[in-house]
């Protein structure tokens, strides 16, 4: 079987023989920056060449999904059921009480996406983090295959090879509507509205969900939390019209910044007069500490031999940054061994690999962050070297460059896999590379069109 490294070879030679397919890319960037794939207020940075993924890969990542899912939603199930687990993690209590409120329908976690990074010679996998409601970046691989699939060098490639992209819209329309059809309080013609605090979220990917939504005969909005009115019955969008099923884009530390202007949502939510999808309880799968609390005895007792020694294999050693709880002085000694991330942000906010700081800057993260001194709890994690791939850098100013000074030589990046899980069934993925190593769109990050070749997937898009 080959590898995705044979067939990443086998495009760059195509883009070769095109004389570095310059007009391709110069149609695809262009393509690109008139697109929808923008996130706050800026076209997202991609490659030309997608990340190619063979069966192995597919079978591996979709094993690896939908086993983490399933544990997820033990560890959910118990928090909900059990005080005394409640107490492994440390949370705000208003936080609590919404992950306790009643869910009234069957899904435990109806979306996430789980990111990883996948060894693409021995096929061993490590989880970076766990992603829930707010999970986004399906309209940017929407737009980035878009980009290429017109193209003279994908044209010559599929000639050779069956290729099918990452349907991530309307399999998920089927999948919510599945959800609200469990709904306790179901009604026949409900109104759905896709809710974050819209400064935070990306936008225009609401709304071509909507779209889509509304193409499969369901009226659909896009609202602010902020902007939703409840009287006791019925949750309304500023138009006055009914809300009866929410996707809650928003994470959930947004809904506490925002406490008190977000009432009207807590209380329908209270009220049951509402079904919120994904319920608050998803916060439990965005929080990093969870990382810790799998290894915790609690845990492992309800899990089974496989799902511990799953958890064992693929999740890095995860600690709070606290004298308390682990060695400072190693890890300030060690620092290309570590990360340190805030546990509950997102965005790549203040998340340092010590591999990339020099060891005063290290020493001075460790200062500023352990021990709770940001004012917010801070965990360190055994760093995960990424698997690089070639590939070609973002074509940012192709169209003002000659023809022969265009830069076609592969350039080796670091990977990032997130795996959608859709109701716990693994529907596609989020592919991002980096020239560093953090992973990010602020540190010089992009993202690639994922593609699977020669391989039988379910709901996949045929090119």
Not at 65 to 76: D, F, N, Q, S
Not at 332 to 359: F, L, M
Not at 393 to 403: E, L, V
């Amino acid at each position: 079987m080959p590898t995705n490294a044979d067939y990443t070879r086998e495009y760059f030679q195509i883009v070769d023989e095109l004389d570095g397919a310059v007009e391709d890319r110069r149609a695809a960037y262009d393509y690109m920056q008139a697109s929808t794939a923008i996130v706050h207020h800026k076209v997202v940075a991609s490659s030309f060449v997608p990340r190619l993924f063979n069966r192995k890969s597919y079978e591996v990542m979709r094993d690896t999904a939908e086993m983490c899912h399933r544990i997820l939603c033990k560890v959910i199930e118990r928090y909900r059921a059990d005080e005394e687990y409640r107490k492994l993690f440390d949370f705000d209590e208003r936080l609590v009480e919404l992950i306790l409120l009643p869910r009234d329908y069957d899904a435990v976690l109806p979306f996430a996406r789980v990111d990883t990074f996948l060894n693409e010679e021995d096929y061993r996998i490590h989880f970076c983090e766990f992603n829930g409601d707010g999970s986004a970046g399906m309209n940017e691989n929407r737009e980035i295959t878009n980009s290429i699939t017109g193209t003279e060098a994908f044209r010559v490639f599929a000639e050779n090879h069956a290729v099918a992209g990452c349907d991530l819209f309307e399999p998920w329309v089927r999948t919510f509507l599945d959800i609200y059809d469990t709904y306790r309080f179901k009604v026949e013609h409900p109104r759905i509205a896709i809710c974050d605090y819209l400064e935070n979220g990306v936008v225009d990917e609401f709304h071509i969900f909507a779209e889509k939504f509304r193409a499969a005969g369901v009226e659909c909005v896009v609202a602010d939390v902020r902007d939703l009115a409840f009287d006791g019955e019925v949750l309304t969008t500023p138009d006055g019209l009914p809300v009866h099923a929410i996707w809650r884009r928003s994470v959930t530390n947004d809904v506490l910044e925002f406490w008190d202007d977000s009432q009207a949502l807590i209380d329908a939510v209270r009220a049951q007069k509402v079904a919120l999808i994904g319920a608050f309880s998803g916060h439990i799968v965005h929080d990093k500490q969870l990382f810790e609390v799998l290894f915790a005895p609690e845990t492992q007792a309800f899990l089974t031999e496989e799902e511990i020694a799953f958890v064992e294999a693929t999740v890095p050693m995860t600690a709070f940054l606290d004298e308390s709880v682990v060695n400072l002085g190693q890890i300030r000694a060690n620092k290309d061994e570590w990360i340190v991330k805030p546990t509950d942000h997102y965005g790549a906010d203040n998340v340092y690999a010590g591999c990339e700081v020099s060891q005063q800057e290290w020493e001075r993260i460790i200062d500023e962050f352990a021990n709770g001194r940001a004012g917010y709890p801070f965990i360190v994690q055994r760093y995960i070297r990424p698997f690089k791939t070639d590939t070609l850098p973002p074509d940012a100013g192709i169209d003002d460059t000659p023809d022969g000074a265009v830069e076609s030589e592969p350039v080796p990046y670091n990977n990032m896999n997130g795996l959608y899980l859709y109701n716990g069934h693994f529907q596609g993925v989020f592919s991002r590379l980096g020239p560093h190593p953090t992973i990010s769109k602020t540190n010089d990050g992009m993202t690639a069109a994922s593609l699977w070749v020669d391989c039988d997937v379910p709901d996949g898009l045929e090119l």
